[in-house]
């Protein structure tokens, strides 16, 4: 039994080749051919049977020598009139045409319902049929669109790109979409015009898989287009905006700092009393307070400096191996008054093993300060805040925590923007500039880092920063060697998170907090 069903497939398969072959020679469309096909392979399996019966019965009447041929050229021949009767039947019927061909559920859909325009292109090109709800938009732009290859409308620039499309397809890709200009021809007012449009591109293949043309669905993009080059125009001119507002805070904090020497350096002077003493203690009073509000403005400054580095792409990394303990206990040392003074313990805890890394040192050193300095300002007294510091799968992970205010959720998102605080108010009780905490990430996404901020109103905040401690989230390789300057390539791309719910931090800036 399964030699037989072999033989009868091979001989189906024989059957269709042929069919396929001959209506192929006379030039009907792929989806005729696919239902012409079938009949005639349901008539070929129909006169198997007579094709061997027909001879034995005559060979009862006749000498079999004359039976055997006579039955199966008359089987042969009401075969051959069977199935060009079927196939003019079918024909009659009328053709089947494009409409079938995509109403895969039966249901009588007309193009006419499709919005666009539809093409039914060959295995060259040239389209056969088209229809579409919005098809008389797209006709005054297409030249004879029945009579040459699609090619030939698009423009010229673009013929490419169609081609390749259409290549892609007849490789064997079932799908390919693609965005040209149809040129209105050259008469009339609008001789010149051009039309966008996207052409979604579908394969449509034989029975066999063989590639038999492309239906094409066009949709006019030319107000996506339009818009798409204003975003576009608009993209440009924010970046120049933002290319201006960095050269004006670089050019703003230089010319700045110069007045602020002198006013700390005669400050000092007037503190150390080099030139006499002062009459009263309303006079130190006064020039503690101007030295003071200098330092607090020249820290300002410098942030806003190093921010504009950052965005600008000007900002340099000095990568030396140091070790961390040092930095930490550093900022200990530079802050344990500050803490002392309001009432605070201020604590480090130091892991294992903890040696060198590879980093920028002055940047990891203003992280710390900026991240500590924030913690004693928003710690009550009578709190604590806690530095830890480890080693971790080759990443140096540094954690600040503290047991003061606290952040609400819903603000934590608005935190690392520059110029951005949680209080905004004139009656604000904590002074700052709100710069802080975006150089901070601005350094640590320098480093290649991450940066985390966890918070419970009323409870504390604890925040997490992960840097390589190899120095190889920089993008460099080849960093071990001391003093080695590595600039930030391009830029830092700021992305406002808003509370709407944008997920996308601005990690561009820095920390910096100088005493001077």
């Keep these: 039994m399964q030699v037989l069903s072999k033989i009868a497939d091979r001989a189906i398969a024989v059957v269709d080749r042929a069919a396929h072959g001959c209506l192929v020679r006379m030039g009907d469309t792929p989806e005729a051919r696919t239902a012409e096909i079938a009949i005639l392979r349901s008539l070929f399996l129909a006169f198997l049977a007579p094709l061997i019966a027909a001879p034995l019965a005559l060979s009862m009447i006749i000498s079999p020598a004359v039976a055997l041929p006579l039955g199966v050229s008359v089987v042969v021949a009401v075969l051959l009139i069977s199935s060009v009767s079927a196939l003019a039947v079918l024909r009659l019927r009328g053709p089947v045409g494009a409409n079938d061909a995509i109403d895969p559920a039966g249901v009588g859909l007309p193009l006419e319902v499709c919005p666009g325009m539809v093409l039914f292109l060959d295995q060259n090109g040239?389209?056969?049929?088209?229809?579409?709800?919005?098809a008389a938009l797209y006709i005054p732009y297409l030249r004879e669109p029945l009579e040459r290859a699609f090619a030939e409308q698009v423009h010229v620039t673009d013929r490419i790109a169609f081609a390749s499309a259409f290549d892609r397809l007849r490789q064997g890709d079932d799908a390919a979409a693609v965005e040209v200009r149809l040129g209105r021809p050259a008469s009339g007012s609008d001789a010149g015009r051009f039309m966008n449009v996207r052409l979604d591109l579908s394969a449509r293949r034989d029975a066999y898989g063989q590639f038999a043309g492309v239906v094409g669905v066009m949709r006019d993009i030319t107000a996506d287009v339009a818009a798409r080059a204003e975003i576009a125009r608009m993209a440009g001119e924010v970046d120049q905006a933002n290319d201006a507002k960095s050269r004006f805070l670089a050019a703003v904090s230089h010319e700045m700092r110069t007045p602020l020497n002198a006013i700390l350096g005669f400050s000092d002077i007037l503190i150390g009393e080099y030139f006499g003493r002062l009459e009263n203690d309303r006079q130190r009073e006064y020039v503690h307070l101007i030295r003071q509000s200098g330092g607090h403005l020249l820290s300002v400054v410098n942030a806003m400096l190093d921010m504009s580095k950052i965005e600008a792409g000007r900002y340099e990394l000095m990568l030396e191996p140091f070790p961390i303990a040092e930095a930490v206990s550093e900022c200990e040392s530079m802050l344990g008054l500050q803490a002392r003074e309001k009432g605070l313990t201020l604590t480090s805890r130091l892991g294992r093993g903890l040696g060198e890394v590879t980093a920028d040192q002055r940047a990891i050193r203003q992280i710390l300060i900026n991240l500590v300095g924030n913690a004693i300002k928003f710690t009550e007294a009578g709190?604590?805040?806690?530095?830890?510091?480890?080693?971790?799968?080759?990443?140096?992970?540094?954690?600040?925590s503290d047991t003061g205010i606290g952040i609400a959720p819903d603000k934590i998102k608005l935190l690392g923007q520059p110029f951005v605080q949680i209080q905004n108010d004139y009656n604000r009780r904590y002074e700052g500039s709100g710069l802080g905490l975006s150089l901070v990430k601005g350094l640590v996404a320098l480093h290649g880092g991450r940066f985390a901020m966890t918070s419970r109103v009323g409870e504390g905040t604890v925040v997490s920063l992960t840097v390589p401690a190899d120095g190889s989230g920089t993008g460099r390789e080849d960093i071990a060697g001391d003093g080695k300057m590595i600039e930030f390539p391009p830029r830092l791309k700021a992305t406002v998170e808003r509370a709407e719910g944008q997920k996308e931090e601005r990690l561009d800036d820095d920390a910096k907090a100088k005493i001077a």
Excluded: F
């Design 383 to 400: 709190g604590a805040v806690t530095v830890d510091a480890t080693i971790e799968g080759g990443d140096l992970k540094l954690s600040i």
């Design 126 to 134: 040239i389209p056969q049929s088209a229809g579409g709800r919005d």
